[in-house]
């Protein structure tokens, strides 16, 4: 397993454990990692959402489509960022990307 899935999944699970200052501390250092040059746009976004701080995973996964990150074609499936879905700035992102929302994706199931 690579270092950023290692880091994103650490700060993920202190997270959603209820350890806040350990997750905060890996996203610092994911953060870091990304201020020198290592490509972190997804974890980043991952980490951030998991600590419930929307604005600042939103602006890595858009940093993340700028950098054309091969992640960013699995956001509208990530799990991990199923609690931005909601928010405009997302579906913003996804629509400039011409990828479909999944709730989108089963309206037309059903319809079809």
């Given at each position: ?46 980490a951030a959402t998991a600590l419930g701080e929307k604005e600042l ?19 509208t499936v990530m799990p991990s ?32």
């Amino acid at each position: 397993m690579d270092r950023n899935r290692i880091m994103t999944a650490l700060a993920e699970a202190h997270a959603r454990g209820g350890d806040t200052k350990k997750a905060r501390a890996v996203l610092e250092q994911m953060l870091e990692m990304a201020r020198n040059g290592q490509p972190m746009f997804i974890p980043i976004a991952i980490a951030a959402t998991a600590l419930g701080e929307k604005e600042l995973a939103l602006e890595w996964l858009s940093k993340g489509i700028e950098n054309r990150d091969i992640l960013v074609a699995y956001l509208t499936v990530m799990p991990s960022l199923k609690s931005l879905h909601d928010e405009p700035r997302y579906k913003e992102l996804v629509e400039s990307m011409k990828l479909r929302h999944p709730s989108t994706q089963r309206r037309r199931r059903a319809a079809g």
